[in-house]
RNA sequence: GGCUCGGUAGCUCAGCUGGUUAGAGCGUGGGAUUCAUAACCCCAAGGUCGGGAGUUCAAGUCUCCCCCGAGCCA
């Protein structure tokens, strides 16, 4: 089965930001590790593009929406591929494709007798782009995380018979495993707890958007529109839009990947309405932290925002993944810290595991003609450094298929120290002066390599690039965890490399005699001049 | 106001159903070593586990109250 996974689509308001990376970086781990497994991945980004907020921004930038919007995509497209993202698909709900899903989806859930007129008057917020029932308030009242005055509004909307889901939403929130991290679960069991009402799936007098067939004069509202991004997405490119047809490729998702933020519109909206379209529901539901920069949340007005692109240009791919992966539990808020960032870049990936290739590399190809030594005892699984690399992969896998990165990245770590502690006590350095030792010594560092050789095995989902770069430097060929062509999936899921992954990742992979190439660190030092 | 999730060494965090001297990494200090990217390896210092009360033979771990932070719903 096809394993369809996807970051939200972000809303083109502004240019992309770090927490849009984030998302999109841990997507990318998760759809690189699944294709390594030899699983048929679509990995699914995109952009919401409609609604009044872009419809003013553009007009204040004086700009066509669709202009602005283009715009902005285009800056999205931009920095996934300056990230090596190995998304898929990138959906744009302006693609002209999607309104006819989105159509052929309402058309289902109106036949489900899911679709009623209810009046909706309120105080309403143009950057939530919601209503404010926030009673207390009748003078000039202000949107209370924006700050900007609300606007009344008293408008006939289509609402969505949610109320018609209770029982079924509580069960399926209640499936383990469906909401996680776990701890998410219980807010959202509460929200439901207190009785689901109808929401409003339209907007009057919002030119920017999807018209709503048969109901002149009403666009869809956000969720009825960009959460059926992920349907239109499935399609092949240039396919015609047809909802079966999308269906076919690839529903249901396996996982929803989000900010905690929007957790609630996927694990109780979105599920109700794929019920009502009579189409299945999707594996899981992640909601991710947030991250804040230095202790503080990072915003306009602190003037503290990371750009991502720059982040990328000065640090490179290699170490932003590593932090915002090994560092942050997924599904915690994290906080990113530039002293803790350098300093976890430079120890773990510079001293401890780029060090660890290039010192015995080193040894390797002075003392035995540039060629990995002869296995001798190093073969043995029972040699601590097999073990080792046994109970790392167990960790890492584990820790990937639960979108635990922390704990992958930590067993690729402790297979790099276990290995690094091994040349200490052997010290083969020493053994070389004394006559009589170079079976010794060749076991040795095979077994350093071999391990090695699985520390870049382990990292290929998380750091694709140091991973190759590690690979190279033993003379092994290199994996492919990203999609095979641009835009295009592939028939029939992962490469022939890939579908090695797990059988590469076995004691002994490394050939003896095999030619070492001349060893230069695999990964640099982090030196930053001035702050982020 | 109701609810959720956190508050454990300078920093980031582990500590499962309560049970020996509360752990790891980074940072700091010291030692050892020279194969290597001044890297690696070893050792040490440092914590009244947010505060208070209670349950228990025994609480970071359970109960109640309070304080602080993040968030959800009003």
Redesign the pocket.
Known sequence: MTFTLTTPLYYVNDKPHLGSAYTTLACDAVARYQRLKGEPVIFITGCDEHGQKIQRTAEAAGLSPQAHCDAVSAQYRDLWERWQISNDRLIRTTDPRHRRIVEQFFARVEASGDIVEGRQQGWYCVACEEFK?DPHEAQDPECPTHRRPLEWRDELNLFFRLSRYQEAIEALIAREGFIQPA??R??VE??VK?GLRDFSISRVNLPWGIPVPGHGGHTFYVWFDALLGYLTALLEPGEEPELEAAIARGWPASVHVIG??IL?FHAVYWPAMLLSAGLELPGKVFGHG?LTRE?Q?MGKSLGNVLDPAELLERCGRDAVRWYLLR???FG????F?QQ?FT??VN?DL???????????S??ARRWFEECVPPAGGGLEPTHPLAQAAATARSQALNGLEALEFRSAAEAALQLA?AA??Y???Q?P??RMKQEGTRDQVAADLYAVLEAARHVGLLLAPLLPELSARMLAQLGQTPLDSGIGTLGGANPDGGTPDSRAWLEQLAWGGLVPGATLPEPS?????LELDAPL
Do not use: C, H, Y
């Not at 915690?332 to 906080?335: A, F, K, L, T, V």
């Not at 510079?350 to 015995?360: E, F």
């Open positions: 029932d701890s998410r219980r807010e509460n929200f207190q905690k933020d609630r947030f202790g949340k560092d942050i539990p915690d808020d994290g906080d810290q803790r300093d976890l120890n510079a001293n401890t595991i780029g060090n660890l290739l290039n010192r015995t080193a040894m120290i690094n502690g040349l200490n006590e010290a350095w020493s660190p695999v990964m640099a030092r």
